[in-house]
């Protein structure tokens, strides 16, 4: 399991995560980030990811740019998961 550690704010959140606490254990798979650089952004739901890993250990942020689009998209699929488990 990935060790992650969130700080939330209102409209973004700070992880900070370490790959090397999966190491022990029996796991189905081990995801390790020597070098990592991502960016993402979806205009679907408004919001922007970007992630930096070295060695093992990563930070991403995530900021909601448009609020009112992502909590429409929120509420839909809100319902559509209560609609799925009547």
Not at 14 to 43: A, H, M
Not at 65 to 75: A, L, P, S, T
């Amino acid at each position: 399991m990935i060790y992650r550690k969130t700080i939330e704010f209102k409209k973004f959140s700070i992880d900070f995560c370490n790959d090397w606490s999966q190491l022990v254990g029996k796991w189905n798979w081990i995801e390790f980030n020597p070098i990592r650089l991502y960016f993402e952004k979806s205009n679907m739901f408004g919001t922007f990811e970007i992630k930096f890993c070295l060695l093992g250990f990563c930070i991403r942020v995530y900021w909601i740019y448009n609020n009112k689009i992502y909590m429409e998209k929120v509420k839909s699929l809100s319902s559509r998961m209560e609609k799925c488990l009547e």
